[in-house]
């Protein structure tokens, strides 16, 4: 499965962003999605997820301010990060998960998001 990130860029504290990740030429409805995030010097940490059935797990830290959702007919997974803080800057990835007897995750590229104080 490729998994294409858009949307990253600079935004200052307090603004929002949209996130995409779209897989073209796959179905992503056979797939729990996620996003995960890596900031410098950091692990990378699940932010969000959504699975087959729709339903919805956050990290504690974007609880209320992230939404993630899901469209299968196009392909395509969202965040929508709002009220963002200076601690929201990292590179932020795309998952797609299956499991075929063991877990299998596909990646996206990475999309840098930066939120300036």
């Known amino acids: 499965v490729q998994l294409q990130a858009s949307g990253g860029g600079l935004v200052q504290a307090g603004g929002s962003l949209r996130l995409s990740c779209a897989a073209p030429?796959?179905?992503?409805?056979?797939?729990?999605m996620g996003w995960y995030r890596q900031a410098p010097g950091k692990q990378r940490e699940l932010v969000a997820a959504?699975?087959?059935?729709?339903?919805?797990n956050y990290a504690d830290s974007v609880k209320g301010r992230f939404t993630i959702s899901r469209d299968d007919a196009k392909n395509t997974v969202y965040l929508q990060m709002s009220s963002l803080k200076p601690e929201d800057t990292a590179v932020y990835y795309c998952?797609?998960?299956?499991?075929?007897?063991?877990?299998?995750?596909?990646w996206g590229q990475g999309t840098l998001v930066t939120v300036s104080s």
């Open positions: 959504i699975t087959i059935g729709g339903s919805t």
């Open positions: 998952n797609a998960r299956t499991f075929w007897g063991v877990q299998i995750d596909y």
């Open positions: 030429g796959n179905r992503i409805s056979a797939y729990a």
